[in-house]
């Protein structure tokens, strides 16, 4: 029985990977997007305005805002991570905290996007269009997560550690 041409589209490879790049570059611009949103449009500012405000300061010290307290980040947080993210973009690029904030969001977003593809689609799993299905099932059960919408809803670089560890889990999962 000859395949028609739809069915051929679907199992192909390439097109996979197109329907791949299409969903992560509109999950990264989305997220990207909604942050500068957010900062227009009247959002709830004191920790995403307290963090745009570190990713944009390039200073290695993380000086807190005055309406925060006149101390370090350091001082609540050990970690060096808004300065070695937001230093480069902010010295080097002359991006301000939001935009540095809007990238960091739609980057981690979309990296937690190519870990759900890479769980979704071993190497030696699903046969085409199967995958197409799978990739399909691995962004809604991901999207619909009750930690995913908390850290999109009210910003946190925490989403960084969701997906480096989604990110991990798939390459521990692939070498199997």
């Given at each position: 029985?000859?395949?028609?041409?739809?069915?051929?589209?679907?199992?192909?490879?390439?097109?996979?990977?197109?329907?791949?790049?299409?969903?992560?570059?509109?999950?990264?611009?989305l997220h990207g997007r909604w942050i500068l949103v957010h900062f227009t449009?009247?959002?709830?500012?004191?920790d995403?305005?307290?963090?745009?405000?570190?990713?944009?300061s390039a200073d290695p010290f993380l000086?807190?805002?005055?309406?925060i307290n006149e101390l370090s980040f350091?001082?609540?947080?050990?970690?060096?991570?808004?300065?070695?993210f937001g230093a480069p973009l902010a010295a080097g690029f002359g991006l301000n905290g939001v935009e540095i904030l809007a990238?960091?969001?739609?980057?981690?977003?979309?990296?937690?996007y190519l870990a759900l593809y890479l769980i979704a689609t071993p190497p030696n799993g699903l046969p085409q269009p199967h995958r197409l299905i799978a990739?399909?099932?691995?962004?809604?059960?991901?999207?619909?997560?009750?930690?995913?919408?908390?850290?999109?809803s009210y910003p946190h670089f925490e989403i960084s550690m969701i997906a480096t560890a989604s990110l991990a889990l798939a390459a521990y999962l692939r070498d199997q």
């Open positions: 029985m000859k395949r028609n041409w739809i069915y051929r589209l679907f199992s192909s490879r390439k097109f996979e990977l197109f329907i791949f790049w299409i969903v992560l570059c509109a999950v990264a611009f449009s009247d959002g709830y500012l004191f995403s305005g307290w963090f745009a405000h570190l990713f944009g000086k807190n805002p005055r309406i350091y001082t609540s947080h050990l970690s060096p991570y808004l300065f070695l990238i960091h969001q739609g980057l981690f977003f979309g990296l937690f990739i399909m099932l691995a962004l809604l059960t991901g999207s619909s997560s009750d930690l995913l919408f908390q850290a999109a």
